[in-house]
């Protein structure tokens, strides 16, 4: 039988949404579960963020994360911190982390998730062609990077080539307990 590949919309998705539930029903307890997945994006992904400010109110850092709902994750989509002019990452941010960490655990979300590019590491510029080599090889003096492990992220891999011909990222998570 020859198959083709169809991409969705509004309405065929109605068609996918009775497969998924029939396929599934403990993951899609109803059609309409499965239907909000397939095209409400509200549904599986959301976006929050929160903000420092300074004593006039002017904001001086801020952290974006994204909801990855269906994964029970909140992952850190972008930030920084304005030290006098100078732009500092994650470790400038921690009442942030701390908040994001809260509302993580309101939601019963299990993990916290970042990452952070190669910029500093000794395999950035590098083709990587072991990934569990490049894992247990990996080495920065980047403050960023030990507030992080300090702060309970562990590393939990590398996406090559993420930001570029050999710019990796790596990839960290907290496991919320």
């Not at 989509?77 to 994650?90: K, R």
Request: hydrophobic share 40%; proline share 3%.
């Amino acid at each position: 039988m020859k198959m083709k590949v169809i991409q969705l919309n509004r309405e065929n998705a109605k068609g996918v949404a009775k497969l998924m539930h029939n396929l599934k029903p403990e993951w899609w307890p109803t059609f309409e579960d499965a239907y909000g997945q397939l095209t409400h994006i509200d549904d599986s992904i959301g976006t929050i963020g929160w903000f420092l400010a300074d004593e006039n109110g002017n904001p001086v850092g801020w952290a974006l994360f994204r909801e990855m709902k269906t994964l029970l994750s909140l992952e850190l989509e972008c930030s920084g911190f304005n030290d006098n002019g100078v732009f500092q990452l994650e470790h400038k941010l921690k009442d942030l982390f701390d908040i994001a960490e809260k509302y993580a655990r309101s939601k019963g979300y299990t993990t916290l998730k970042t990452g952070m590019s190669s910029i500093e590491f000794n395999i950035d510029g590098q083709e990587i062609k072991d990934i569990p080599e490049a894992l247990s090889s990996l080495k920065t003096n980047r403050i960023d990077y030990q507030w992080l492990l300090d702060y309970g992220f562990r590393v939990i891999g590398i996406h090559p080539n993420a930001y570029g011909n050999n710019m990796h990222c790596i990839l960290f998570a907290k496991e919320l307990k």
